[in-house]
């Protein structure tokens, strides 16, 4: 049976939720561009697919993605569709409480959209704990994965780039077209990365201006790393180490009673 809220009768719903332990799982992503070679929906289906293999494992229970982000360095690509960040926090917030008045107050944000979401879902997090007395986990994949992309022979956190190209492949390969990838090496940028695995001093993260977007846009189509490196393989040991976290995080959350 089908781990989505959405594909759910009334009944089915109840039933699913008295044997999910009590735990969400609520996908987030973006519509952006993604360089010459991904999907625009890219983030969000790594969202998704990381909470259909873990809800298969565990039990919890998959709400409708939140397909969206915010994006608004990428719009200078069409197709982008950036949403303001206050608005995702009050859309997740709604979301939050509704799953709760119904038992699920074990929530798992999964962000499939790196640094630039986190923001908001920080301050969504904290009000609904605050608020509504739930525990809100938010599992993102560039943090999650720091044991395990250096070994893979990976390269910095960037777009599109190896990292999120090899998941793709792995997971969606109809979706890509990787013999339109162009690269655009990331250079090494002491005190201004904003990579989350980057271990030196650095500044905090801000959405870049539509002119450094630009540039970026023209050198690679939007792309920064270095696609032409992707392999599925090492998109399928990835996955199976994020999804295996995933599940550890929620059978933690459905032990805790
Ligand atoms: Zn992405």
Redesign the pocket.
């Known amino acids: 049976m089908s781990c989505w809220l959405q594909d759910k009768t009334w009944e089915d719903a109840a039933k699913a939720i008295e044997a999910s332990g009590g735990v969400a799982i609520i996908p987030v992503g973006?519509v952006e561009q993604?360089g010459y070679h991904l999907p625009l929906g890219?983030?969000s289906y790594v969202a998704i697919t990381l909470a259909e293999d873990a809800a298969e494992q565990t039990g919890a229970v998959v709400t409708p993605p939140v397909w969206f982000g915010w994006s608004p360095h990428h719009m200078v690509r069409p197709g982008t569709i950036t949403i303001r960040p206050e608005v995702l926090a009050d859309l997740t917030y709604d979301i939050i409480k509704s799953v709760a008045a119904h038992g699920l107050k074990k929530i798992i944000l999964i962000n499939?959209?790196?640094i630039v979401n986190i923001i908001w879902m920080q301050i969504c997090a904290e009000r609904a704990q605050r608020e509504l007395g739930v525990t809100v986990k938010i599992y993102d994949p560039a943090y999650m994965s720091k044991d395990i992309v250096g070994k893979l022979g990976f390269g910095p956190v960037g777009?599109?780039e190896e990292v999120?190209s090899s998941h793709m492949l792995c997971r969606y390969p109809e979706l890509c077209h990787l013999e339109r990838a162009k690269d655009n090496p990331i250079k090494e940028t002491p005190l201004f990365s904003v990579d989350p695995c980057f271990t030196h001093d650095t500044l905090c993260y801000v959405p870049s201006t539509l002119e450094h977007a630009r540039k970026n846009a023209e050198i690679a189509g939007g792309t920064a790393g270095e696609p032409t490196k992707s392999d599925p393989e090492k998109g399928r040991i990835y996955h199976e180490h994020l999804v295996k976290n995933l599940v550890a995080v929620i059978r933690m959350l459905q032990e805790a009673g």
Request: hydrophobic share 10%; net charge negative; aromatic share 0%.
């Open positions: 973006s993604h890219t983030d499939g959209h790196r777009h599109a999120e």
